[in-house]
Each structure stands twice: as C-alpha cells, then as structure tokens.
C-alpha cells in the first residue's frame, strides 16, 4: 500500500494555526504509524511567532516519518544570519517579525550596516542551537511515490536533478502557467491562493496563513488527493 501523505502550507509564524493543526492531523483517520508529514516551507516571517513554529518543528524534524523542506524565507534568514548587510532585504520581507519573536529588540544605530549587524548578532544569540541546525538541515525537495513535495515548483521540462534551489523556492509563473503534465504530480506552496488550488498537474495549498488565519493540509493518498 502506498503511503498515505499530510502536507502542510505556508505557516509565516501561525504557530496559533499550526498547533490545532497537528492535532488535526494526529485525529485523522488516515493517520497512522506509516503516514508521513511534509512541511511546504515558509515557516517564519511576517506572523508573529516565527520562533515557536521553528521549535516545534524542529522537534518533530528527528523523525522518520517527518519530512521539512525549505521555503525561501527560510534560505533569507540563513542568508542574512551571514551577511546581514547584504542580505538586509530579509527585514521588509517579514524577518523583522521573526528577529522580534526571539524577543530581540531593534538597536539604536543609524548607521545601515551597524543596524543590520547588530540585529543579526542579537537573534544569533537568541536563536538556540538546534533551530539553526533545524533550518541548514531542510531539505529542498521530496518524492514520495508518484508525487513531487517542493516548496514553489519545478521548471518544467528541466529534470527534477537539474532543478535550481531558486527555482524550487521562487518560481512562480513559468511554473503556474505550465498546463501540461510534469514527471511527477506537484504539490507545492509559495503563491498563495484564497482556496487551494488542485489541478490536473499540481496542488498550491498555500493558503495564506498569515493574512487569511487559513492553513491548508493536503493528504495523499494511493494518487488520490483530498483536503484534511
Ligand atoms: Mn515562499
């Protein structure tokens, strides 16, 4: 029997939406010892509890059964957590959210680049150790049986080999605007859509979560797909 598959969307820092929906989840009678979990990606900025998505997560992440793939918000807090002058962008992308919901304050510099670095040493220091082993450790993609996990999608007619991690955490139009079947059925967040959007060659679930209060969980199962 194939295995039967939860995929969650954008969370954005809705710990509030995450919580009842792993309860949910756990509730389902779909959901055994054999199901698996797959996250989409995007779990922090812009919400308000970045920090407490990423603790949960990371505590599930050690199972076999638990599969975190990187969104490019993720790759943005990696980026600016490195080089916060150059990668300073992260802040008006929601990253301000995610530094306070590590209880970091902004600093009082003028400057840019001592603002920046100065942020970026406050959450390097408020961020534990296994939430940024969580975040290097996503992966960017997943097959499970006839169906392809990415974050925003695939370049179509490029094999799943050759696919850029820009590509599977950015694309958007070449990739929504694509009718024709891909090697595998793609289930996928990033571009966020009032209802989730099942197609014949791919799934957006995400929903939005942090405007809309909407998180979306896709079960596969036997190439069937349904919502929770
Ligand atoms: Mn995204």
Redesign the pocket.
């Known amino acids: 029997m194939a295995n039967c598959v939860f995929a969650v969307g954008?969370i954005h820092g809705r710990l509030d939406l995450l919580e009842p929906m792993l309860e949910q989840i756990a509730a389902s009678p779909g959901f055994g010892r054999d199901s698996q979990l797959v996250f989409l990606?995007?779990y922090v900025d812009r919400g308000g509890q970045s920090a407490g998505v990423i603790d949960l997560l990371a505590s599930l992440d050690g199972r076999d059964n638990v599969h975190c793939l990187t969104?490019?918000?993720e790759i943005a807090m990696l980026n600016f957590l490195s080089d916060p002058v150059r990668y300073s962008a992260w802040l008006d992308w929601g990253g301000d959210a995610t530094i306070l919901s590590y209880g970091v304050r902004a600093p009082h510099d003028s400057d840019h680049a001592a603002f920046v670095t100065a942020l970026r040493d406050g959450l390097a220091a408020a961020m534990p150790d296994h939430h940024l082993r969580f975040l290097r450790g996503l992966k960017s993609h997943l097959v499970i049986d006839e169906t392809l996990y990415v974050?925003?999608g695939i370049r179509p007619g490029v094999p799943l080999a050759e696919q850029s991690l820009k590509d599977m955490?950015?694309i958007r139009a070449a990739f929504l605007n694509h009718r024709g079947p891909h090697p595998y059925y793609v289930v996928h967040?990033?571009t966020p859509v009032s209802e989730p959007e099942i197609l014949d060659n791919r799934a957006d679930i995400d929903t939005g979560a942090f405007a809309s209060g909407r998180l979306t969980c896709l079960i596969v199962e036997d190439g069937d797909r349904r919502l929770l």
Do not use: F, K, S, V
Request: hydrophobic letters at 10%.
């Open positions: 954008d990606g995007d969104g490019n918000h974050h925003a955490t950015e967040g990033h």
